[in-house]
């Protein structure tokens, strides 16, 4: 069974930046599709950015020219480096890793991300 586990979230004040890591375990990371979602407070889970086997990536309007997506197969993780970070970026940020083959996700149990003053 695919095991994520993310890290690097806190609290950081407006303008910060933080970078989040998601390290996978039990899979061939490099067949996998990888993203990072995010669930404000009271709102659904969201797209955020995502990138593909093959390192083409795709960014949600609101963190365009941001956030930045990368991934490092040597260590089974994927990255999501944030800046110029807003207080309605604050959410839970979840990571998820898709079968490139079958389709399947699984879910990361999520970090807290918060941007106050």
């Known amino acids: 069974q695919v095991q994520l586990v993310e890290s690097g979230g806190g609290l950081v004040q407006p303008g910060g930046s933080l970078r989040l890591s998601c390290t996978a375990s039990r899979i061939i990371f490099s067949r996998f599709h990888m993203a990072w979602y995010r669930q404000p407070p009271g709102n659904q889970r969201e797209l955020v950015a995502r990138i593909t086997t093959g390192g083409t990536t795709h960014y949600v309007d609101p963190v365009k020219g941001r956030f930045t997506i990368s991934r490092d197969n040597a260590k089974n993780t994927v990255y999501l480096q944030m800046n110029s970070l807003k207080p309605e970026d604050t959410a839970v940020y979840y990571c998820?890793?898709?079968?490139?083959?079958?389709?399947?996700?699984?879910w990361g149990q999520g970090t807290q991300v918060t941007v106050s003053s």
């Open positions: 998820r890793a898709e079968n490139a083959y079958t389709g399947q996700s699984s």
